[in-house]
């Protein structure tokens, strides 16, 4: 048997990593500023989260959401701490797509609506429902294209209340910042106003956290930049550092009852010792003041570079929007310096490092990027 080929892959094979450096099977080291898709959260290896699973490992690996899990209850309340969410409750699921689906399930439940309303360029996974609510028609297969999700363009609120006024959407679901279209960011006051018109028409705002979430933009979460709290936040990628995982959090103004939502691997044991280790690091190593400081030091060393047409992003989700002429840089940064960086069609390249990531490194990724486009 072969693998099913979805993936275009570099011809890496990462074997080794610490903190921000990965090592190949031929031993050639490499910088880590992508830290797969925003998933390395508090660097490869970090020595307590390998202590942390591998305790919890030789206790119990799994057993299944019929009997009590008391690791669920202390993440609940250490992540409700840490977002300012206390007041909310957790879900908890494996992936970022299966939470933007629960979250939607959610809100027409409490609701009684069926629809959403989604934002161009959205990404929110490759799920039925979170596909539906994705604007890029090449992943979406004739049997996940859906008359619930309706689509308007990002920070335009006059087309968001046209939409809410006629009564039948259940849900607004936005990213805080949108990742996988080239790092696009709602404004503050847009956010703002999207809160208010969504009180307005008795509509639930999801706030899509997946990706800009768990300290990433220097706040904990993207949204809170603008003073509003969400009725629902879902969360994933950088929760565990790699070990499956995804999050729900819930107002108490939404109801929860037995079998209305259900997993067999969300929540179970390794996910949730993971999950607590990197809260420890995020807290113990003040990693959401170092991606807010790291994150400033980027803005502003590439302020009037000339290969940059524009830089969007907050902290460490950032986007480099390329001038005509630099399509290989990121093969270069790659094959030439040994960086590690992601892409968002052919004219971005996306930041997405660790939060440990020190000065040093992001220097070094600066003197590389200056050297290639000078």
């Not at 004739?142 to 008359?147: L, M, T």
């Not at 959090?249 to 990197?278: D, Q, R």
């Not at 480099?320 to 630099?326: S, T, V």
């Not at 930041?351 to 486009?373: N, Q, Y």
């Amino acid at each position: 048997m072969e693998l099913f080929k979805v993936y275009q892959t570099w011809d890496i094979e990462p074997v080794r990593g610490l903190g921000t450096s990965l090592w190949d099977k031929d031993g050639t080291e490499y910088t880590d500023l992508y830290g797969g898709h925003a998933v390395i959260s508090i660097g490869h290896c970090h020595p307590h989260y390998v202590e942390a699973v591998g305790s919890q490992l030789k206790k119990l690996g799994f057993y299944s959401n019929a009997v009590v899990n008391g690791l669920q209850s202390e993440l609940a309340a250490r992540l409700g701490k840490a977002c300012g969410y206390e007041d909310y409750s957790l879900f908890l699921c494996n992936s970022g797509a299966e939470a933007n689906e629960n979250a939607m399930k959610l809100a027409s439940f409490a609701t009684g609506k069926a629809k959403v309303l989604a934002f161009r360029k959205a990404f929110h996974g490759r799920t039925s429902g979170a596909v539906s609510a994705t604007d890029n028609p090449r992943i979406s297969s004739p049997f996940n294209v859906s008359d619930k999700v309706g689509f308007v363009p990002l920070n335009d609120i006059e087309a968001v209340g046209r939409e809410l006024s006629g009564g039948g959407y259940a849900a607004v679901i936005i990213e805080g910042i949108q990742g996988v279209a080239g790092i696009f960011e709602p404004s503050d006051d847009f956010l703002r106003d999207l809160r208010d018109v969504c009180d307005r028409y008795g509509t639930l705002l999801i706030l899509d956290e997946i990706q800009s979430g768990y300290g990433r933009t220097g706040r904990f979460f993207a949204h809170q930049h603008a003073g509003i709290r969400a009725d629902i936040v879902t969360v994933a990628k950088g929760m565990a550092n790699g070990i499956p995982i995804g999050g729900v959090l819930i107002s108490p103004a939404i109801k929860a009852e037995y079998g209305m939502l259900g997993t067999t691997f969300g929540g179970n044991h390794i996910a949730c010792a993971a999950a607590i280790a990197v809260l420890d690091v995020i807290e113990d190593e003040h990693l959401i003041e170092n991606a807010a400081r790291v994150g400033e030091h980027f803005k502003k060393a590439f302020e009037g570079d000339p290969a940059i047409k524009e830089y969007r992003g907050r902290g460490l989700m950032i986007g480099l929007g390329l001038k005509e002429g630099y399509g290989r840089l990121r093969e270069r940064l790659l094959f030439e310096k040994h960086f590690f960086t992601g892409a968002a069609g052919a004219d971005v390249i996306r930041l997405l490092p660790s939060l440990t990531i020190s000065m040093d490194t992001a220097d070094a990724f600066i003197k590389s990027w200056r050297e290639l486009t000078k």
